[in-house]
């Protein structure tokens, strides 16, 4: 049996060789306790720095270490896929893990154990968000949830930290769209699912390659992606607009024929400011869908691969 590691990598030359060297002897390791071969796969998207002169050098020096450079910054998700669909036909399973080792790498062997023991697909999920700051761990959260809102299949505390078998990498690439949002594609498939805990570490160099505007961004993307929750919640709110006009109109209709005067010109501008900024965010909510039917309906390549090593 033989796994690959696939490991997206964006501007990660501080972090890279003590990656590459902790990678390697989890490598040892997973070969002695379980006799299963591994093989990393550094996906360089685009980076700015000596990233891939660094997955190069090590390619020359490490048999176990090979890559890929694509020829722009595609972002984290096609990063990822570019891995996964180099990895499909030379190897019975794949890892996939960010280049800063946040995420426990020594679990990959219980996901090893799990996949002899008949699991498709082993999910990655953190305990606890003890080393996020008090914003991150905040905004992290209300996210996941808002998913689970949109779409209960999320996991919850679960990033792109997952082991997949061969037939699951198969069925996954049959999925044709171009906006990526694989935590909730992958558990869309099915199959046998398992899972590990583990605690996330803390940076040790470089950069958090998402600042609060990639996290934002990527939240819309994937609540936007992979669900019509927020078309529901507009015509939700539609509806209930349109059931407070009702009552507003028989409620003026009573009064006049009373001999009231019906006062409040503030009342009035408040409710047309109201409801012109429904109506401005359920536009700006269809515009994204539209969006993305745009970008689909182009069936534009997800990537180009300049080099490989």
Known sequence: ?????????????????????????????????????????????????????????????????????LSHNRGHQNALWAGMEASIDHCDAMVSIDADLQDDENVILDMVKQLKEGKDIIYGVRKERKTDTFFKRFTAQA???????????????????????????????????????????????????????????????????????KMLAFSIDGITSFSVAPLKFITFIGLTMTLVAIVMIVFALVEHFNGATIQGWTSILVSMWFIGGIITTGVGITGLYIGKIYTEVKRRPRYFIEERV
């Open 1 to 69: 049996m033989k796994i690959n590691i696939v490991i997206p990598c964006y501007n990660e030359q501080e972090v890279l060789t003590k990656t590459i060297d902790a990678l390697g002897k989890l490598s040892e390791r997973i070969k002695q306790e379980t006799g299963v071969d591994t093989q990393l796969l550094l996906v360089d998207d685009g980076s700015k720095d000596h990233t891939w002169s660094m997955i190069k050098e090590a390619a020359e020096a490490h048999p176990f270490v090979s890559g890929i450079k």
């Open 143 to 213: 996210f996941y949830k808002i998913m689970q809102m949109a779409d209960k299949e999320v996991i919850y505390n679960h990033a792109d930290f997952r082991m997949m078998s061969n037939r699951t990498l198969k069925a996954l690439m049959q999925y044709p769209e171009r906006n990526l949002f694989l935590r909730a594609i992958v558990r869309e498939l099915g199959f046998k699912e398992g899972y590990v805990y583990y605690d996330r570490k803390a940076r040790e160099a470089g950069e958090s390659k998402y600042p609060l505007k």
